[in-house]
């Protein structure tokens, strides 16, 4: 196993190496300058089109559920895991670069869900189709969709092996066996590990949720995310909020930590070069964020494919909004929380140090400030897994062809990769999910870079429109 881990952490540092971080960085700065920087001019509206739907639009959900199955997606133990992680590994300024990443990721996002819907399809059962697979093939030209085939290759084996079910039911087991029995005092021997009561039931009630939830297929899993993830973010934002303003004296100080790690300042490995601490933070921040965030994955575009709406450029200010709600809130208040409390530098590994910062900065007590964390994770990784059945399914359709019994029988295999996720090593579980995401990435960035001026000439036409009365304000 340790030569498997290795093996895996070895092509992980080669995906996630500084061609690929240049890479998406660079396409998110391109389209920001191509849009004209929309993810500030146009964040108000953009936030208003988020909570009222278009008059006479087409599709299969509105778009704020089309939103909210996005972030159901992407809200998930990226935010909590995720963030510590990256802490851990390049120090607090990863954060930092997790916010770069993020202001440009808006621009990438905003492309991405407007070149979704101005691309998608209608099959024959009158389910509306969309992503990066289409816009490839339709955008770029037929000769392109082997390009499209290749996303969604990759895009299948994340959301069945990665990022969509081992990532997220292995932070909501560890997060439970941290709370419950952190000692591992009640546990048995299986597949050679010694694993916890708490693992396998807390496998075993997920598992069966998400069969539960799974099976319905886009309209069960909207429906359930629009009511779970506004109310989950609003709880966890409170959450953290409190350990903010209960410790206002202390951010000026953790700001100004992040600022000098991020960019070597503050050397933080036992003297290594401001260089080399400045490219670990930006690996880890870059990496993390979109992780977390999933701008340039194209993940997010498959489900804003099917929002009710006759404007591309409204669904990607939509989209847009999920960057902003992911990353520049949610990952910025826990890192604020993790850099105050100190809990990056501890012995400590994934979840644990958000543990240990809620104990920290919460007033209630260390066993109900543990007990909210775990009940926040669990719930933000469960509703991943419900988006990224959604996405996956869409991936295996555009190669195979949209045919019920084949989804059927991948929604059970899907179950089957949940259910046994929690029985695999952290480290191995973290590194693949990373390696999937970089490799859906290059497809990806490669068609948002080809249609960039698509997307301009979109935005100009919409925007222009927009100021004469003539599009839906």
């Known amino acids: 196993m340790e030569t498997f881990n290795n093996i895996i952490k070895t092509v992980d540092d080669l995906v996630w190496g500084i061609p690929l971080i240049v890479l998406i960085l660079a396409c998110g700065i391109w389209l920001s300058v191509r849009v004209g920087f929309v993810q500030v001019r146009k964040l108000g509206l953009a936030l208003k089109y988020m909570l009222r739907d278009e008059t006479n639009g087409s599709g299969e959900v509105s778009s704020f559920q089309a939103l909210c199955t996005a972030l159901s997606a992407t809200v998930g133990t990226g935010n909590i895991v995720g963030v510590a992680t990256a802490l851990a590994a390049g120090g607090p300024g990863a954060l930092f670069w997790m916010e770069v990443a993020a202001f440009f990721g808006m621009a990438t996002k905003y492309a991405e869900g407007l070149l979704a819907v101005k691309y998608r399809t209608t099959a024959a059962d009158g389910s509306v189709l969309g992503g990066p697979f289409y816009y490839i093939e339709k955008g770029m030209g037929p000769r392109w969709k082997w390009l499209g085939k290749c996303f969604a290759v990759f895009g299948l084996l994340a959301g069945l092996m990665g ?23 009640h546990a048995v021997s299986l597949f050679g590990r010694s694993i916890t009561w708490t693992t396998i039931i807390a496998g075993a009630i997920i598992t069966l949720l998400v069969a539960l939830i799974v099976i319905g297929g886009i309209q069960r899993i909207a429906q359930v995310s629009e009511v779970v993830v506004p109310i989950m973010i609003v709880i966890y934002l409170g959450c953290c909020l409190l350990i903010v303003v209960t410790h206002v004296t202390e951010i000026p100080a953790a700001v100004v930590t992040v600022v000098k790690s991020a960019f070597g300042i503050r050397p933080i490995a036992g003297g290594a070069a401001g260089a080399a601490v400045m490219f670990g933070a930006m690996r880890s921040g870059v990496a993390r964020g979109i992780f977390s965030n999933e701008a340039g994955l194209g993940s997010a575009p498959i489900a804003a494919a099917a929002a009710r709406t006759q404007e591309p450029a409204r669904q990607g200010l939509v989209t847009m909004t999920g960057t902003f709600i992911d990353t520049i809130i949610v990952c910025t208040m826990t890192g604020l929380s993790i850099v105050m409390a100190g809990s990056w530098e501890k012995d400590l590994k994934g979840v644990e140090i958000t543990v240990d910062a809620f104990r920290y900065g919460l007033p209630f007590g260390e066993h109900l400030s543990a007990l909210l964390l775990m009940m926040c994770l669990a719930f933000f990784a469960f509703t991943t897994i419900l988006g990224w059945n959604y996405y996956s399914e869409r991936c295996l359709s555009y190669l195979v062809g949209a045919k019920p019994i084949v989804t059927k029988v991948y929604r059970w295999v899907y179950v089957l990769a949940v259910f046994v996720g929690p029985y695999l090593t952290v480290e191995a579980v973290w590194n693949l999910a990373d390696i999937f995401n970089g490799l859906m990435a290059l497809p990806n960035v490669a068609a948002l870079l080809a249609l960039s001026g698509v997307t301009a000439a979109e935005t100009k036409d919409f925007l222009t429109r927009l100021k004469n009365g003539q599009a839906e304000q």
Not at 163 to 185: C, E, L, R
């Open 163 to 185: 990022i969509g079910t081992i990532t997220q039911i292995n932070g909501i087991t560890s997060a439970a066996n941290f709370y419950f029995d952190p000692d591992a005092v």
